[in-house]
């Protein structure tokens, strides 16, 4: 049984950084995407980025380019995500997702469909105080 636990939120000043990270279980392939989505109350889930660790193909939504960073640790079957410069709208709960086998990160031609992520983590909250 395939299981991701998140780790690593918390509450942080503006400006400051977090490094969350997703350990997925039950599943040794490397060919597997694994995404990170946020959510807040009231509010749709929203991809935030992902990565495909068969090849190491990355994707990060506009909203946080140039602020975080995905990336793959094989060995110990975890996916981080760190998170530099943070404001406070980057408050939500971040959710780790993924889609297990080589078919790749996008569903009609987009990554942050979360409809198409099958197996999901309970999520860690990320708080960012202005």
């Known amino acids: 049984q395939v299981q991701l636990v998140e780790s690593g939120g918390g509450s942080v000043q503006a400006g400051g950084s977090l490094r969350l990270s997703c350990l997925v279980s039950?599943?040794?392939?490397?060919?597997?995407?694994v995404g990170w989505f946020r959510q807040t109350p009231g509010k749709e889930r929203e991809g935030v980025a992902a990565?495909?660790?068969?090849?190491?193909?990355?994707y990060v939504a506009d909203s946080v380019k140039g602020r975080f960073t995905i990336s793959e640790d094989n060995d110990k079957n975890m996916v981080s995500l760190q998170m530099n410069s943070l404001k406070p709208d980057d408050t939500a709960m971040y959710y780790c997702?993924?889609?297990?086998?080589?078919?790749?990160?996008?569903?009609?031609?987009?990554?942050?469909?979360?409809?198409?992520?099958?197996?999901w983590g309970q999520g860690t909250q990320v708080t960012v105080a202005s």
């Open positions: 997702a993924a889609n297990l086998g080589g078919r790749g990160c996008l569903y009609g031609g987009s990554w942050d469909v979360a409809g198409s992520f099958r197996n």
């Open positions: 039950g599943y040794t392939s490397t060919n597997k995407c």
């Open positions: 990565i495909y660790t068969g090849g190491g193909t990355t």
